[in-house]
């Protein structure tokens, strides 16, 4: 179970549907935003803990690197012709972005890698 | 594979977020329907967005649903037929982005079955009736009022930033933009990286960006390789979601 819970999942279909809908709620008036913070909360929580319980699937991504960003312990990938093999599954992406956060493990490790290639 | 784990994942989500929150939502003095109208609100977007195939739930009790014989013409839907006339959810392919109210079609994949039309011909009520699986909610979806509500609420939003009666929102979006842009100068220059990178993006991709969300063990590069170790991870590719527990990158630069 990771510790810290981030948000960028809010970004992704799941997330966005959720969000869309307590906006919508939140237009009606019958959901304060507070409480609607609190549920993006639980969504961070609920959708970590469950891909980490129940997810199995290995995947693997080759491509061209187009830009790389190391920021806040947040790296962005520009991935240009992706492929990604995911189970028994082939995906191919002419424009494939990566964002990765330090996982729970790494961030006590502290590595250090150069962000800069000149 | 992990494309079928998928709807069985996020139903585990759903559930797990509702059953969480509802203690929640109790404490704020709001009502238990409030949770059933934000979970059917929550799976109806999510069963619109396609990105799986979303199994088939026991259908709804209702028999008594006019078939309307074909779908629209006007819709480029194949050929699934909406619930009732009255609740028109029609799923376009895409070109028709109006995915207002989704319906149990997904639960076909998107080839024209032929066996299904020829059953909501005959009045085989429960045989199609199964088609539909989430309870459907409310909305008389009549696209008239879709078209209606969407300039109505625009200008309700523009008018709050630029508070004149601006028919067009475009204009005042942008002198919004514009004002927000003079009063913070520090963010002038995120907001013209952001331009420039979503110019590039809107240029080269009409379609969505795919996207992968995770978290990283391990980045590496030697010389112009790049490796890494990925986490935990949900790509959208293609439309569709997969989901990866351990992911390799290799990647050249």
Redesign the interface.
Known sequence: M?SVY?E??R????G???T???D??ITEG???PQ?AM??LQ??D????????R????????????RT?R?CDDV?T?M?KD?T?A????V?K??????????????ATAG?H??AE?H | MSNKIVPSIYRAVIDDVIDAIRPEFEEFGVSADLVRKLQDKWEMKILASRVADFPVEPPPPQPTYPYPALPHATHNVPAYVPPSAAQQRLKSGGIDARYALATAQYAFPPLPGPTLPAQNKNTSAPVTAAVYTLPQTDGPSVSEDDDDLEPVSVPTRIGQLSGAPVGKGELAAGEGLSKDAEQIGSDLDDDSDDSENDAEEGEEAQSEIDMVFCTYDKVARVKNKWKCVLKDGMIHAGGKDYLFQRCTGEFEW
């Not at chain 1, 992406?93 to 790494?106: D, H, N, Q, Y």
Request: charged share 20%; glycine share 4%; hydrophobic share 50%.
């Open positions: 990771a981030y960028f999942y970004g992704s279909s799941v966005m549907a959720l869309d809908a307590l919508e709620l019958t959901v304060t409480l609190k549920v639980q969504f929580v609920s959708l970590a803990n469950t891909i980490v129940d997810v199995k699937a290995k995947a693997k991504v080759k491509g061209q690197l790389y190391l790296w990938f991935i992706a990604v995911v189970e028994n599954e995906i992406s002419p424009r494939l972005k990566i964002v990765a956060c330090k996982s729970g493990e790494l590595a890698l150069p290639k």
